[in-house]
């Protein structure tokens, strides 16, 4: 009878499964002495392979190698140890099938009750920045065929994938068995375990081809090799946050194996961050680290309150950066979330700890600052990881699927390019002033207006339907400051319509990509008015 059509009547039940013969093969050996005494103390036959078999045996605890039970040398520098039938057979008999029973007494084979496997250490090869051949090496083959086999048979084995999992299996074993629902459990970490493995060489492998092709069939090629042709996704799960968006929706964290971003931050102090605070924590740091020098982003549903870089005599650059980024707009700012670009000092703590904030992420907090606002019970304090970085694509999920693409930077930003239309060339001070504000709307839901004066902004417009609205929008958040203030615009204007709300408001400079069929009705308004305006070339949509 084939086992893929038995008769469900023919499998006994097997709920609590004593343990008396493991497989043990580990590259991490984390608590690796401590299980295996538990397991001799238990009586249970510990079969191992290479280094783990020897570091057992050196310990001072019987160990039968692999190669007794399979009568087979480990071969090929060790790429063949495990793949053998004295092996499978032993983790994927079903032992409540009869038939099975029969068969592995037929063959001489003894079944195996626990399996502790974990795999060669791939992605660490890769990090650690190794040669092809030895990143290839740390392929496991043998080690993932195990961990399959076995959680497939979770009904008769358990599989550890985890030092995590030792102290659980012990104690399981201790009692006289592990459970059903232990092994199922098991069971679906070892699955997530294989498939992030394969996630992550196949990750490796799409880049290098990817890399090969484009070197090889020049730029056409290069365009359409850039993406592979499966999205893997490498993600564990970090924590559950209290709920999502809103209280009614359930949410989590999960975190990048590769990942260097807000993900991988510490939080430092206070409640615990919230599926909106990290949106609103990730929002900030990408406005605030689109600058070189030291800069400060305050940020509310996504969008920035205020955007500052330090003035150049500033003895505290990032706390005159935080203090000018506030006074953009305190209203707004109020529950905000401030990144900073640089580590918050005692200045801008003793400022923050005045305003209600909800988080503070930076790459460090000063001692003295970081006494200061833990004063404060409920503000979350965030530490970016020490090898932080910004992801050169970004995913978005939409429904049936994802989209992705290039994040937009300003890498090899050059302001030289840029072609001036309307108006006297712009002062160095103007000329700073238009590249701050073009930096500083790209953070800026579309459409997007910003005004900036001394490298920070006085008035943002941002996420409206119509480019006049934003413009209003802009202009009414500045009030006084609108008048001298340059603009930016993440788009082109449509219409002259408005470009005269910003006129009207005395903006003295305007940077905007240009490219609208009505681009001479636009430069005629600023010409009118004796307005520089430069066209970048460029567009920052941000949706």
Not at 227 to 237: T, W
Request: hydrophobic fraction near 45%; include cysteine.
């Amino acid at each position: 009878m084939s086992v893929h059509a038995a008769d469900p009547s023919l499998y006994r039940d097997r709920d609590v499964v004593p343990v008396r013969r493991a497989l043990i093969s580990v590259s991490d050996k984390s608590g690796l002495l401590e299980l295996a005494g538990a397991l001799a103390d238990a009586g249970v036959e510990i079969v191992s392979t290479g280094s783990t078999a020897q570091t057992i045996r050196d310990a001072g605890f019987a160990v039968t190698d692999v190669s007794s039970v399979t009568g087979f040398p480990e071969s090929l520098d060790g790429r063949v140890k495990t793949l053998h039938p004295s092996v499978h057979a032993g983790l994927l008999a079903d032992l409540r099938l009869e038939s099975h029973e029969q068969q592995l007494a037929e063959l001489g084979i003894e079944a195996f009750q626990l399996v502790v496997v974990n795999l060669y250490p791939f992605v660490e090869t890769v990090a650690s920045g190794a040669d092809t051949a030895t990143v290839v090496e740390n392929v496991d083959i043998g080690g993932p065929a195990m961990v399959r086999a076995s959680a497939k048979n979770h009904p008769n084995v358990a599989i550890v994938v985890s030092p995590s999992s030792y102290a659980e299996v012990v104690e399981a074993v201790r009692a006289g068995g592990t459970t059903l629902e232990l092994r199922k459990r098991l069971a679906a970490q070892a699955f997530a375990h294989t498939a992030a493995y394969d996630t992550a060489v196949a990750s490796y492998f799409a880049s290098d081809v990817v890399g090969t092709v484009a070197a090889a069939d020049g730029a056409g090629q290069e365009a359409r090799a850039d993406f592979p042709e499966h999205l893997s996704v490498d993600a564990g799960l970090a924590t559950t946050l209290r709920y999502g968006e809103n209280a009614h929706q359930r949410a989590a964290l999960y975190r990048a194996e590769d990942g260097t971003g807000i993900a991988q931050a510490t939080q430092l102090h206070g409640k615990e961050m919230s599926y909106n605070n990290y949106v609103d924590a990730d929002a900030a740091v990408r406005a605030a680290y689109d600058f070189a020098e030291p800069a400060v982003a305050v940020i509310k549903h996504a969008n920035p309150c205020g955007i500052s870089t330090a003035p150049a005599d500033a003895a505290d650059p990032i706390a005159a950066a935080h203090a000018a980024a506030h006074a953009c707009d305190p209203l707004s700012a109020f529950g905000g979330v401030i990144a900073a670009n640089r580590p918050v000092t005692l200045g801008m703590a003793e400022t923050v700890a005045d305003i209600f904030t909800e988080v503070v992420v930076a790459p460090a907090f000063d001692p003295e600052a970081l006494e200061v606002l833990s004063r404060k019970k409920n503000i979350r304090l965030v530490q970016l990881p020490a090898d932080f970085a910004l992801a050169p694509q970004e995913v978005k999920q939409v429904s049936g699927g994802f989209l992705v693409q290039d994040a937009d930077r300003f890498d090899g930003f050059d302001q030289s390019t840029w072609t001036l239309v309307s108006g006297e060339p712009a002062d160095e001070q103007t000329l700073a002033d238009l590249a701050f504000a073009w930096k500083a709307c790209r953070a800026v839901k579309s459409n997007a207006i910003l005004l900036a004066n001394a490298g920070a902004s006085v008035g943002v417009g941002m996420g409206q339907v119509n480019r006049v609205d934003s413009c209003h929008l802009a202009v009414d958040r500045a009030g006084d400051r609108a008048a001298g203030s340059v603009a930016a615009s993440d788009a082109f204007f449509p219409f002259a319509d408005g470009l005269q709300v910003l006129l009207d408001a005395g903006v003295r400079a305007v940077a905007q990509p240009g490219g609208s069929v009505r681009d001479d009705e636009v430069i005629a308004a600023a010409t009118a008015a004796g307005v520089t305006m430069y066209l970048t070339g460029e567009r920052h949509f941000f949706h």
